[in-house]
Structures are given as structure tokens and as C-alpha cells.
């Protein structure tokens, strides 16, 4: 090849190769261009509705493009995973993601779509939100290595409420279940107010539930509360220690982020992550978490992807373990 010929190859290849870059570029800073939709697989007004909308105007501001929350119920969340598996890879399509997706990747045998591998992991927002192991006051057990003691003195025995089959009340027991190595007698209802109804009136002995929803029973006294599943303990009930401490290995929390179709440009998943935590370290955003009884959790979408797929393994490892099958 002539010298001249050759450095028209080498400039042209060099050009070729720079062209993905550009329009990767080009195609983050000209990202936003029209309304952004966010879908989010429970009602408005719950918690996983209160931080789509929370993250969505912040990313409206941010991005000068509305990102409309669009609430799409049913299935547990599984509509809405469909919908944006579905969608076009254009960035235009979020998921508000939850710890229930992936309890639910394992749970539904007939999905449509595969949620590790059909839903990209942009940027998480938190992590270890709490539930609470909270018993009747007249169940003779205050604390979590009496519990362990009773259960294995009385196996099956123990009645375990739950909002029903494969919620995360019976999700995170049956975890609880396994490492401790005790049986309980899971009593799934209808909703997750008729099984702490009956708690409180006697007819079953604990229940693994979200602290919002037991927290003025706790205090009021018409529940005792033994541990929280996150691992570190909560500010809300600080005198209250975590399972973890007495059970190695053991963490049961909700989270919450943002994910899109697979194959969403990286640009564009960059830099949504890039303005996400960027929210997230917000003073007026934090405040707003603190007030919401949640920290913020930040990563990258390489980090989140790990995540995700380190909580899909663990869930479905103890719904294949428990032999649990959705209604």
C-alpha cells in the first residue's frame, strides 16, 4: 500500500471508529427531546408512587422534559415490568423498579418477559427499608432467640400472617425460616390489613410487616415488636435490634430505583444515572427521604445491575427452597 493511501485508510478508520462515540455523545446531550414516561406497577399515593413522582419532577427540572408517571397496576407489578420490556429502547420508557420484581422473577413461571435480562438497571435510589417481626403481646416471646426457642420446641406451631402467598410478609418469614432453621405455619389473607387484624386479635402470632404499617400498633402497645429485617436497626424504633443479630446472614429490605428496556443506549442510561444521584444528594431530596423514614442509595449502573441480580438470585433461591407457588 502507498504511503498516501495508507494514511487515507488510517485517517478514515480512525474517523469510523470515532463515530459511535460522537453519536453516543450527541445522543446524550440531545436526550430528552419529548415527555419521558415512568411507569410504576402499584397506586398513586403508595410508596413506590411517592418516590416515581419524587425522581420524575427532579428529572423534569433537571432535563427541561416532563417525566410523566403513569401507574399501571396489576399482576404485582408485572404489567408494568411487560410494558417497558416492550417498549422501544429509546430512553422514553422507565420502570420504577422494586424489590418486588425481583421476588417476582422467580414467583410467576409464565412471565412474558425475563426482568434480569429484559429491564436495565439505571440507577437505584434506596435500599434497606424495614419490616418488622412484630407478635401478639400475649405470644410468650420477646425477642428473637426466645422466638428460635419456642419454634423449635413447637414446630409448626407458630402461626406466621402474611398479605398472602408470596408477598414479602411470607417471602422474608420463609427466609427467616430457613436460616434459623425453624418451622412456622404460614396463615396467608387476603390483604395485609385482615392478617394484622387478626394479630392483634390473637388469631395468629406474628407476622414479618413493613414497619409503616405496624409502627402506632408498636407503640400503642397492641404489638411487640422483636427485631427489624434490615441490617442496621431503624431510627424509628432504635431500641429495637435487627435479626441479623442473632441470625448470621439474615437481611430482608425494600428498594427502589429506575430501570429501561434493554439495549437503551448507555448514553442515555449514563446520563440518567448521572442526574438521578445527583438528586439523590440534594439537600431538599434528602430531607424529604429523612422525613419518609428512608436514606438514599446511590450507585452506578453497573453497580445497580449487580444488585439487582444479587436480590433475583437470593429470592429465588428461597421461593424454590419453600417450594412456593403464586396464586
Known amino acids: 500500500m502507498k504511503l498516501s493511501h495508507r494514511r487515507e485508510f488510517l485517517h478514515l478508520a480512525a474517523s469510523a471508529a470515532a463515530l459511535p462515540l460522537v453519536s453516543q455523545s450527541a445522543l446524550a446531550q440531545a436526550y430528552p427531546n419529548r415527555p419521558v414516561r415512568l411507569i410504576v406497577g402499584f397506586a398513586a399515593?403508595?410508596?413506590v408512587d411517592v418516590f416515581a413522582r419524587l425522581i420524575g419532577q427532579w428529572l423534569s427540572e433537571r432535563l427541561g422534559q416532563q417525566f410523566v408517571v403513569e401507574n399501571r397496576t396489576g399482576a404485582a407489578g408485572n404489567?408494568?415490568?411487560?410494558a417497558v420490556a416492550k417498549a422501544p429502547a429509546d430512553g422514553y420508557?422507565?420502570?420504577?423498579?422494586?424489590n418486588v420484581q425481583a421476588i417476582n422473577a422467580t414467583l410467576y413461571e409464565k412471565l412474558t418477559f425475563n426482568f434480569l435480562a429484559d429491564i436495565a438497571p439505571v440507577a437505584s435510589s434506596y435500599r434497606g427499608s424495614s419490616s418488622v417481626v412484630v407478635v401478639n403481646p400475649n405470644f410468650p416471646v420477646k425477642t428473637i432467640p426466645e422466638l428460635i426457642a419456642y419454634a423449635k420446641a413447637n414446630p409448626g406451631k407458630v402461626t406466621m400472617a402474611s398479605a398472602g402467598i408470596g408477598s414479602g410478609q411470607h417471602i422474608y418469614g420463609e427466609?427467616?425460616?430457613?436460616?434459623?432453621?425453624?418451622?412456622l405455619l404460614h396463615v396467608p389473607y387476603r390483604s395485609a390489613p385482615q392478617a394484622?387484624?387478626?394479630?392483634?386479635?390473637?388469631q395468629v402470632q406474628i407476622i414479618f410487616d413493613p414497619l409503616a404499617n405496624v409502627l402506632e400498633n408498636v407503640k400503642a402497645g397492641k404489638l411487640r415488636a422483636l427485631a427489624v429485617t434490615s441490617v442496621?436497626?431503624?431510627a424509628l424504633l432504635p431500641?429495637?435490634?435487627?435479626?441479623?443479630?442473632?441470625?448470621?446472614?439474615?437481611e430482608a429490605s425494600g428498594w427502589q430505583g429506575i430501570g429501561a428496556p434493554k439495549n437503551t443506549p448507555a448514553a442515555v442510561i449514563t446520563r440518567l444515572n448521572r442526574e438521578i444521584n445527583a438528586g439523590l444528594a440534594?439537600?431538599?431530596?434528602?430531607?424529604?427521604?429523612?422525613?419518609l423514614g428512608y436514606e438514599p442509595y446511590t450507585t452506578t449502573p453497573a453497580e445497580f445491575s449487580k444488585f439487582v441480580a444479587d436480590e433475583t438470585e437470593k429470592w429465588g433461591r428461597v421461593i424454590r427452597t419453600a417450594n412456593i407457588k403464586a396464586e
Open 175 to 183: 427466609l427467616f425460616k430457613m436460616l434459623a432453621g425453624v418451622d
Open 282 to 291: 440534594d439537600p431538599k431530596i434528602m430531607a424529604r427521604f429523612a422525613e
Open 239 to 250: 431500641n429495637v435490634p435487627s435479626v441479623s443479630e442473632f441470625v448470621r446472614g439474615y
Open 45 to 47: 399515593g403508595g410508596v
Open 93 to 98: 420508557t422507565l420502570l420504577q423498579m422494586v
Open 196 to 202: 394484622l387484624t387478626d394479630l392483634i386479635g390473637g
Open 79 to 82: 404489567l408494568a415490568t411487560e
Open 232 to 234: 442496621k436497626r431503624s
